[in-house]
């Protein structure tokens, strides 16, 4: 009884200590929802307001019209699914050729591929890649925006791994029915590993939807840049500047599109960690 007892109350702590911290992870994404459909008045008011008087979406049509988002969003849209199917892409052949096969020198170049994801890469790399960016002329192209990142060694290392969990066998069975080993990696490998494909789809489209400094150096013409210099666009403009309502609206407008991902793929998502956690 008394294990049982103690049980019940570390779930009962660890249910109220995952609960503070869902309202404190929470809490500024709730105030800027809110900010966004208030007034400039209510949101210099004092006390401040949590909840808005009505749902003002003069903030959000506002953001529109000084930036123009929908434009920005679309190259968004268009980088980040470009670069998230060509790092899914690579990362797992990578992968299943570090995971399936023989050849020399495999341990020493995943080696040195681990060992590029301790290097700051967008600001190492940001100068020579500008400058081969520059000689290609794809200065404010989505070719700049894209190709840089359609390989990781993360996805590689993480692919790599699951790869290793599955039997040795099921490969063996393949060979014996006559499958090549692409046959095999197309018809067993990945339907075997939507869980974390799913995972690093959303890890991936998330990364490439943030991205600021390597846009920011490399789009000069305004109808090229993304949403997330569009968002500063906002902050710094002259129309708007101080006018927090708008500010945040177009920040809502800019979190949705990785919302509407996650929930999309979040069971995968979760799967992926599951599976991992029962690696570990």
Do not use: C
Not at 227 to 245: E, F, H, S, Y
Request: no cysteine; proline share 5%.
């Amino acid at each position: 009884m008394k294990k049982s007892k103690r049980k019940l109350l570390k779930v009962i702590f660890a249910e109220i200590a995952l609960i503070l911290i869902t309202i404190i992870v929470s809490l500024p994404l709730f105030l800027a929802l809110s900010i966004s459909f208030q007034t400039q008045k209510e949101v210099f008011s004092f006390p401040p307001k949590i909840f808005p008087k009505s749902l003002y979406f003069g903030n959000y049509k506002r953001a529109f019209e000084v930036v123009p988002l929908a434009r920005l969003i679309l190259n968004s849209l268009i980088m980040a699914g470009v670069i998230t199917v060509g790092k899914l892409i690579t990362g797992s052949l990578a992968g299943y050729a570090f995971s399936n096969f023989k050849f020399k020198g495999k341990n020493v170049s995943f080696a040195v591929l681990f060992a590029t994801l301790f290097l700051p890469a967008e600001t190492v790399m940001i100068v020579p890649l500008f400058l081969i960016m520059k000689k290609f002329g794809w200065v404010n192209t989505y070719w700049a925006l894209t190709v840089p990142f359609l390989a990781s060694a993360t996805n590689t290392f993480l692919m790599r791994q699951h790869f290793m969990s599955i039997p040795h066998e099921l490969e063996d069975a393949a060979r014996i029915d006559g499958a090549t080993p692409m046959q095999y990696f197309v018809k067993v490998i990945l339907p075997l590993s939507k869980a974390m494909i799913g995972g690093a789809a959303i890890i991936n489209f998330v990364y490439a939807w943030n991205l600021y400094l390597w846009p920011l150096v490399v789009i000069m013409d305004d109808k090229m840049k993304t949403v997330q210099i569009g968002i500063k666009m906002l902050i710094t403009g002259a129309d708007v500047a101080r006018n927090w309502g708008v500010i945040m609206a177009g920040a809502m407008v800019a979190l949705a599109p990785t919302v509407i991902v996650f929930l999309l793929l979040q069971n995968l998502f979760v799967k992926s960690l599951v599976k991992s956690g029962m690696k570990g």
